[in-house]
């Protein structure tokens, strides 16, 4: 073997060696998800406004192997519209979203209270009224990766989009 066919190989593993460690470490993707729920929420506002409907962000199976937040749209309007049916939205733009795994949501505050209390997460959501109106709501979000910190989160009513607080 020639000194340049020993350079080449140690050069190949010296450029390896940068990559691995990144693809291998553990990334906190909740700035990620945070984006992608802003586009998801202001998807539920516009098809809210365009249709008429109330509308609904909802946190499915948070404790089950599909973690997800979905628009879905009341089947029937007026005052009982929240107490009834609703389907999944199919409009253009993001209607569901995948929570990472790395990603928990560990509180939901609608107007002041937090419906995830006592570890219930199996019906949180959030309103988004026919004529876009959203409701007060304040998530808590942690993350798997070690070193990170709890983010709190709240809907900004103008802007239509999650904010740190």
């Keep these: 073997m020639s000194l340049i066919e020993v350079s080449l190989v140690v050069a190949v593993m010296g450029i390896m060696m940068m990559f691995i460690p990144r693809v291998m470490?553990?990334?906190?993707?909740?700035p990620e998800f945070i984006e992608q729920l802003n586009v998801l929420t202001r998807t539920a506002w516009i098809a809210a406004l365009e249709s008429g409907f109330l509308?609904?962000?909802?946190f499915d199976e948070l404790k089950?192997?599909?973690p997800r937040v979905v628009v879905q749209r009341?089947?029937?309007?007026?005052e009982r519209a929240a107490m009834g049916s609703f389907e999944d939205v199919s409009v253009p733009g993001v209607t569901r979203v995948s929570v990472p795994p790395s990603v928990q949501?560990?509180?939901l505050a609608i107007n002041g209270v937090d419906d995830a209390s006592g570890g219930d997460l199996k019906n949180l959501r959030f309103f988004v009224a026919p004529d876009g109106t959203m409701q007060d709501v304040q998530i808590g979000l942690i993350s798997t990766v070690p070193?990170?910190?709890p983010i709190r989160l709240t809907l900004d009513p103008l802007m239509r989009r999650f904010v740190y607080v």
């Design 55 to 58: 509308h609904r962000v909802k």
């Design 74 to 78: 009341a089947m029937q309007t007026g």
């Design 64 to 66: 089950g192997n599909d």
């Design 105 to 107: 949501v560990v509180s």
């Design 147 to 149: 070193e990170s910190q």
């Design 25 to 30: 470490r553990k990334t906190d993707r909740r």
